[in-house]
């Protein structure tokens, strides 16, 4: 399995907006992303300015149904 990437939670956000996740709501730092074709899929990133903790940038890609070799690639 590849190493994850270091990102910032706005190229997780583009990444996943590429992928063809949408913004459903944002609450206070937190944006809330849904995809359009499976309904079930329910992605949360906590907005900000520094790199995200590899466990949670783990956690959202597992969230997204996703594996990390295609989310390096949606990078």
Excluded: W
Excluded at 59 to 74: M, P
């Amino acid at each position: 399995m590849p190493k994850l990437p270091h990102c910032t939670p706005r190229k997780v956000l583009a990444a996943l907006l590429r992928y063809g996740f949408y913004i459903h709501h944002r609450t206070g730092s937190h944006i809330n992303l849904r995809f359009l074709d499976k309904p079930h899929l329910h992605v949360v990133i906590a907005y900000h300015n520094r790199e995200l903790a590899p466990k949670t940038l783990k956690s959202i890609i597992i969230q997204a149904e996703l594996t990390v070799q295609e989310f390096i690639d949606l990078l």
